[in-house]
């Protein structure tokens, strides 16, 4: 894993480097490409000096136009071929694998909601299931665990948003109407930027959030609270809801 990115944001996940290695690669191939082609540019133009009394090159001949396809076709099965094997063997076998990454024991799933202009999140409670009155839910305030994978669930409810992580690598679209995942495991304990990679309004400027990466027992401790507290929550709601109201005047 190379955690200083080259010059880009440290990666502070497992899986980034997947991602920096297809750029650093690509970038490579095309240095290398960039320096043959000033080579051959630099030939041409002193053989074309030495031949510039045998008359003029047309270049209507059948080598003349096999060359330069040979020659692209060279560059598009070197530089976006590369791309497309490592691209579909990480995305597919590694970044999309989200079943592979919800059969591990110690996953955390997170459901994360986009909305004009904030990023609502839903953890499971004690009891380890959504839907149950220990749910917990926050706003931009985001907090997971450091060293466990963590499965996310997207959906926006209003217009296209795009969850955006780039400590870990992470860009996924969140659209009305639809589920979509992304999945991490972040090594650094630390506070992390969330924002949106998708102009989704006038203010898409503030839809901003942090990602709170805490150690495995300060997390656990985080969740057991606030489950505890939303439980606490929903009781009370229920007695009010349950008790006749008082009248204010006689």
């Known amino acids: 894993m190379n955690p200083s990115g080259y010059g880009l944001p440290s990666d502070v996940s497992t899986e980034g480097w997947r991602m920096d290695q297809a750029l650093h690669v690509t970038h490579w191939f095309i240095a ?23 008359g003029y090159f047309r270049g209507d001949s059948r080598r003349a136009a096999l060359l330069p396809l040979g020659i692209a076709a060279f560059v598009f ?25 919800l059969a591990k024991p110690d996953v955390l799933r997170l ?36 060293g466990r994978p963590v499965v996310v669930q ?32 972040v090594t650094r304990a630390g506070e992390l930027d969330v924002v949106c990679a998708q102009h989704c309004g006038v203010n898409h400027y503030k839809m901003a959030a942090k990602l709170h990466v805490l150690e495995a027992d300060e997390f656990a401790d985080w969740l057991a609270t606030e489950s505890r507290y939303a439980t606490k929550m ?14 204010l005047f006689p």
């Open 32 to 54: 290398g490409l960039l320096v043959v082609a000033l080579m051959w540019l630099g030939w041409a133009l002193i053989a074309g000096r030495r031949r510039a009394t045998s």
């Open 77 to 101: 099965l070197v530089v976006d071929g590369h791309l497309l094997v490592s691209s579909t063997v990480d995305t597919l076998g590694t970044l999309h694998d989200f079943d592979g990454a």
């Open 111 to 146: 459901q994360l909601n986009a909305r004009q202009w904030a990023w609502d999140a839903r953890y499971a409670g004690s009891d380890g299931r959504f839907g149950t009155d220990d749910d917990v839910y926050v706003t931009t305030d985001i907090r997971v665990p450091k």
């Open 154 to 185: 997207i959906a926006a409810v209003d217009v296209v948003h795009a969850l955006y992580i780039p400590n870990l690598r992470v860009q996924v679209d969140a659209i009305p109407g639809r589920i979509t995942w992304a999945w991490f495991e």
């Open 234 to 247: 929903v009781k009370a709601r229920a007695e009010l809801q349950g008790e006749e109201s008082l009248a």
